[in-house]
């Protein structure tokens, strides 16, 4: 079964602090894993796909098959990296179709 | 970069009407669009798959009858609440990749009905 997880739902740091949000996925086939965030009162956005290999407002993620994750990472968090983030996967032949994790609401404190 | 619109924003009806929710692709066309429910704090559930010149692909669990879903131009999705239920109280949100397949999603700022 396709499936996303992320374990947390509050991740809560102080400014300068590393993150790490983790997400796991569960798919018989050859996945694309996304990160999507959504900022208050702004609509879900993309902020980085694992095919891309880029780093966007400091953050980073790779795709790791064995442990089938894909938990995204910023080295020293800012008050605006506040939102909530959204791990999402879709397949080769699944038309753009994504599936999405319950969702990490990450804090970040002054 | 492209945009992704809802109308309207949000919606309060009785029990028992209809509530028709639109989804526009404002500066490229949409062969396919996305339509997702979120509850408060939960994660988006995708609802049904929005296809322009065919019928709607719905995912298991999701009463086509209750959702109607019209794909009338390459530009316009619209979703049909159908004898709205308190239970359909929800967040709606609509998406639609660039060009189609794996491309980004552009996300609609989402449509908040309440069911009285």
């Known amino acids: 079964a396709q499936r996303v997880t992320q374990p947390e739902k509050l991740l809560s740091v102080f400014k300068g602090a590393p993150v790490e949000l983790k997400c796991n996925y569960s798919?018989?086939?050859?996945?694309?894993l996304f990160w999507y965030v959504q900022y208050s009162r702004q609509r879900l956005q993309l902020l980085l796909r694992?095919?891309s290999r880029e780093s966007i407002k400091g953050f980073t993620a790779d795709l790791n098959k064995g442990e089938t994750s894909f938990h995204l990472k910023k080295p020293f968090a800012q008050e605006e990296d506040s939102a909530m983030y959204y791990c999402?996967?879709?397949?080769?032949?699944?038309?753009?179709?994504?599936?999405f994790g319950q969702g990490t609401e990450l804090s970040v404190k002054p | 970069g492209a945009v992704v619109s809802q109308h309207p924003s949000r919606v309060i009806c009785k029990s028992g009407t209809s509530v028709k929710i639109e989804c526009r692709s404002l500066?490229?066309?949409?062969?396919?669009m996305f339509w997702y429910r979120q509850f408060p704090k939960q994660s988006l559930m995708l609802m049904a798959t929005?296809?322009?010149?065919?019928?709607?692909?719905?995912e298991q669990g999701v009463e086509k009858d209750k959702f109607l879903i019209n794909h009338a131009s390459l530009t316009l999705s619209t979703l049909t609440v159908t004898s709205a239920h308190p239970e359909d109280s929800s967040f709606y949100i609509c998406?639609?990749?660039?060009?189609?397949?794996?491309?980004?999603?552009?996300f609609g700022p989402g449509t908040r009905l309440l069911v009285l």
């Open positions: 998406s639609a990749p660039l060009a189609g397949g794996l491309e980004t999603q552009y």
């Open positions: 798919y018989s086939g050859s996945p694309e």
């Open positions: 694992h095919i």
């Open positions: 999402a996967l879709s397949g080769r032949n699944q038309g753009g179709k994504l599936i």
């Open positions: 500066d490229f066309q949409a062969t396919t």
């Open positions: 929005s296809n322009e010149g065919s019928k709607a692909t719905y």
